[in-house]
């Protein structure tokens, strides 16, 4: 053996030691993280166990029995959310994921305490398990485990779906007219002015709508067009949305919209908040949409003349104060009520994310308590937090400059402040 291929040898057995240190660690690793969220579905489904019980004392009885429960378990899941900084109703789908996996599939859980599946597997499953009667729930369980423990998360997924679709004792026709009824669309702003929008709809439906946008791009494809196939499928969406095009408006025309033609039949209801430079062109400073976040000032002053019923909200550009919202008034003014929504935002409840201009206007010290009807004593509140703000145990202090001190039932504080001006 040669000097040079024994250099190689040790080089490579150093290697495999290394790597073998590593993928050691690594599924150690994985293997914690799975007991920690065994751990956290126990703790979920504790919690959740105690609001129940606990309802009708820490309740209002002006509230029917119902409504106690629920309020009691949203009053546990804010103050959880809040000790982590998490979205409140990530806490309650994670708390109803728990419940489910704790109570309806103990054997799933298990695994997961003891590593041998992953947080997601045991998501998948439990997912798959939700629609599935009781008396069909053991024999899936018993032949999908075992599966999660030996295949990724992607693979089990399709098996579960054929796994399931075999022991349903329910026909898909009953079940596909059930889902039917959670259909939606839900909009996700993105970075750099982008954004996603999210159609759940049947499956005939959704697979005609790409394959109608596929259509169109491929005729303005072949019509020379050089936007990617990607590109002309996004924008042909957008145009069927926005304009209507027809099958017999791409015939007779192949060439796609571009999206600034497009976006020429956005007429919505929007609010924009344009620093006064950008609005005189001196200043590249950007805009904000409401619900969205900033965006350029061409697309702004494009949606401001198109759009004739939105709210221009001119700012001043060192200090980002409010220059002009409209003339003031003397009871409850539109004007005050566009300045307080525009300070939040959104609902001032720590991590809730819901738009200003969708929430309740709340005195934070009571009319009848004295509060009067100003900046200082306005907050933007969604329903829930709103009402939520009034069970025992929460409490809401208004600071001065629009700050808010929250006080949880089990003692903590959080602060929430509003948004700086966002140039």
Known sequence: MTETSSAAIRVGDEYAAQLAEFSGEWAELHRQQAVLDARKARLLARSAAYADAFADSVVPAVFPPAERQALSRRSTCAALAMATRTPEQTVQRATNDAERLVNDAPSVLASLETGRISARHAQTIIDQLSDVPVAGRAAFLAEVLPIAEESTNANLRRRARVLRERLHPESITARAVRSEADRRVEFEPAADGMAWVHLFATAPIAQGIAERIEAAAAESRQAGDTRTCAQLQADALAALALTGVTPDDV????????PIEVQEHITPTVQITVPALSMAGVSDAPATLDGYGPIDP??????????????RILVQPETGAVLSVGRHQYRVPADLQRAVRLRDGTCRAPGCGRRARACDLDHSVAWEDGGTTDVANLACLCRHHHRMKHLPGWNLDHQPGGVLEWTTPDGKQYRTEPDPAPF
């Open 298 to 311: 061409k697309t702004a002053a494009r949606i401001a003349v198109n759009a004739p019923s939105f709210t």
């Open 251 to 258: 015939r007779s025309s192949p060439v796609l919209p571009h």
